[in-house]
Structures are given as C-alpha cells and as structure tokens.
C-alpha cells in the first residue's frame, strides 16, 4: 500500500530556532494532508494540500507540496514552546482513508 | 468541525477477556475510523466503520479480534477481544469532516492495558 518516509524522527531545538519536518513518497500522492499531535493529546488536522507546487502558510507555519506531488514539507519559523508535538504527514488513500507517516517528534528548549 | 468522545478514556484488564470502546460524535458524520497508536509511534488504521454494514478492516486486522459496531451516523463501537499484553495501546476513532478538506477529527482516545 501507500506509504511515506517522514525525516527527522525528532528535533529539539532552542526556542527561536526554525523547524522542518519532511515527507517523501515513492508515488505519486492525490493529496497529503498535515496533523499536530500535542503530548497526551489527539491528533489535530492542519492542512491539506492538493495542488502541484502549492505552498500554504498559517501564521509561522509553512506547509509545501513538490511539483512533482511526491513530497511535502512542514516549516515553522521561531519555534515556540507551544509548537510543542509531533507533526505527522498523511496522504490520503482510496476510501477517504489516511495514511500516517511515522511523524516528527519536535521539542523546544526555551 | 465534529466533536468527538470516547469511553472509557482508560482502562486496565486481564489477559483473556475483552473490552469495548464506545464513540460518540457530536452531529452525523458519513465515515468513522479506528486507529491504534502505540506511545510515542505512528497511526495505524484498524478499519473503516461502515454505517448498515460490516466494517472494512486493513490488512492485519480481523474482525474476530477487533469487531466494529456502527448502528448510526454519530456513533460505533471497537471491541478488542481476547485481549493480550500485546494489546495493549491507545485507541483512537475519528470521523471525516463535512467540509472541503476531509480532515479527520479525532477522538481523545482509550489507552488500554492488558496484564
């Protein structure tokens, strides 16, 4: 089935500092949709994007879509203390169906 | 945006017997899930709680292991029988949103120990 590489497994940076999170996909993906799973929480939907070359931005959050739509890409600038998580990538399959990358684990050192 | 709950959001049991999860989702939503998540691991699709039929369960799921009830468009059941230490987990249903996204809003989850 559909699958996804999801690099680093985990960073912890100072506050201030930027993190990127990356997805790579052997195919090419429909659409790829972005989750924050705070620690003890749920997972909570971020965007999704579907369009080749896309690039959405929410505050110091920046999410890409590679033209070729085999990669995707999670940018926050200034890391915070509530940025805080860990980011998953999740392409969507047949049946509405997500697939989860292995996630991101991301700390924050203020 | 769809609200979810679930019970219990813990528990603990014997090797052996079962447990069933309940969800409730706050309006009618067309398509549930059931996922499983180890601490500090992935995501992974148990299966589909389909409304009026049988579930549709990924590869390495069973529904004698893991039946799924579905009676109406707010709310399912996962039953995990015959539980083992290897159970043990956090279990997750979410729903699909009605918007244009078709994000999934996820429940807060059960986190189940089996001893």
């Known amino acids: 089935g559909q699958q996804v590489m999801q690099i680093p497994q985990y960073q912890h940076v100072q506050e201030g500092e930027d993190f990127t999170t990356y997805c790579n996909s052997s195919t090419t993906l429909s659409n790829i949709q972005w989750y924050k799973q705070r620690p003890g929480g749920h997972p909570v939907f971020l965007i999704q994007?579907?369009?080749?070359?896309e690039v959405k931005k929410q505050k110091r959050l920046t999410f890409q879509f590679g033209e070729a739509k085999k990669n995707s890409s999670l940018h926050i600038t200034a890391t915070q203390t509530t940025d805080v998580g860990t980011y998953f990538c999740a392409p969507s399959a047949y049946g509405n169906k997500l697939v989860f990358g292995a996630g991101t684990i991301l700390r924050v050192k203020s | 945006s769809a609200v979810i709950s679930q019970k219990p959001s813990r528990d603990i049991c014997q090797r052996g017997t079962s447990l069933t999860i309940q969800c409730q989702v706050d309006s009618q939503v067309t398509m549930m899930f059931w996922y499983r998540q180890q601490p500090g691991q992935s995501l992974t699709l148990i299966a589909t709680?389909?409304?009026?039929?049988?579930?549709?369960?990924e590869s390495g799921f069973v529904i004698d292991k893991f039946p799924i009830s579905r009676p109406n468009l707010t709310f399912s059941t996962l039953t995990v029988s015959n539980m083992s230490p290897e159970d043990s987990s956090i279990y997750l249903c979410?729903?699909?949103?009605?918007?244009?996204?078709?994000?999934?809003?996820f429940g807060p989850g059960t986190r189940l120990t089996v001893l």
């Open positions: 979410s729903a699909l949103g009605q918007g244009a996204y078709n994000e999934q809003f």
């Open positions: 709680a389909n409304q009026g039929s049988e579930a549709t369960y």
């Open positions: 994007l579907v369009k080749s070359g």
